[in-house]
């Protein structure tokens, strides 16, 4: 309530222009800017190959989501949500995507929410990720934001609708309970698909109007094909996975975003960074 929340601090001290943006593009929907990235896949599969000598198994998605998670605490502006005219900053850096119980038509599928602080290394992210998917991958599982589902969808239609007007207010308005923005997959920092596991490619998925999500990366199946030399001279054939990413161009400009995926880039070909924890984060302004 008047610009409080429990999820983020307002952030008061913004150019006039930045602060005018959310009142001119008022919903995400409206402010979405989308881009792709063509992610060499050699450096993840040299690292993958390493660490699987040394009988640590990772994948794709665990390296596109430490990824995330470091850029996002060396670029803390990209850690910013825009809600009810206003830009919030978070205090932690938040990362949902969704769990497939099985790869069946009718099989149900859940959505799981992650912290981190940002000084976690690779290990601690992968070591998060696996837990968090064993809990949630069998038929029977039903995590916090399945059971919320259930409790408002428990009511006839007519209700369903108001109640989730009901919850759309008190998060405009920063009285959403803390116990619904945890079990929320929709108030992140960042939301992956990973459209690789079930071998199609990347799409560019919209970015939700209910909650606080700013960022949503989709991951496509890898593929060949051909690309220029690293000396810029000639062609070859790469192995490649392109990566659909959506914005919400609000809370900071272009320039930032292109050198938060310049960055993104430089981690991605040198995977082994991510071994290494941070001694600390990027703080952003308040």
């Known amino acids: 309530m008047f610009g409080l929340r429990s999820d983020g601090k307002r952030i008061k001290n913004l150019p006039p222009i930045q602060k005018i943006m959310p009142h ?23 690292f993958i190959a390493s660490q699987k000598e040394l009988g640590v198994p990772y994948n794709y998605m665990h390296l596109v989501i430490a990824s995330l998670v470091r850029v996002i605490a060396l670029r803390p502006e990209t850690n910013r949500f825009v809600i009810n005219g206003r830009i919030f900053r978070r205090d932690k850096i938040m990362v949902s995507f969704v769990v497939k119980k099985s790869l069946r038509d009718d099989a149900e599928e859940t959505t ?5 602080n940002g000084t976690e290394n690779i290990e601690d992210v992968k070591k998060a990720m696996d837990e968090a998917i064993a809990k949630n991958n069998h038929l029977d599982a039903k995590n916090n934001t399945d059971k919320l589902a259930k409790l408002l969808t428990s009511t006839p239609n007519f209700l369903i609708k108001f109640l989730v007007g009901f919850v759309k207010f008190l998060d405009k308005h920063g009285c959403l309970p803390k116990k619904v923005l945890k079990a929320s997959p929709f108030h992140t920092s960042i939301f992956v698909t990973n459209l690789k596991s079930i071998k199609i490619d990347y799409i560019y998925h919209h970015l939700y109007d209910f909650g606080t999500t700013s960022l949503f990366v989709s991951m496509g199946k890898e593929q060949l094909t051909p690309v220029v030399s690293s000396d810029g001279k000639e062609l070859e054939i790469g192995k490649v996975m392109h990566l659909g990413i ?33 001694d600390d984060i990027v703080h952003d302004i308040k």
């Open 246 to 278: 959506v914005t919400d161009e609000r809370f900071c400009d272009g320039f930032y975003f292109a050198n938060t995926l310049r960055l993104w880039k430089r981690i991605m070909e040198n995977p082994n960074v991510l071994l290494e924890r941070l």
């Open 112 to 116: 799981v929410k992650l912290e981190f």
């Open 24 to 46: 001119i593009m008022k919903a995400r929907h409206d402010s979405q800017n989308l881009f792709k990235y063509p992610c060499r896949c050699e450096p993840l599969d040299a």
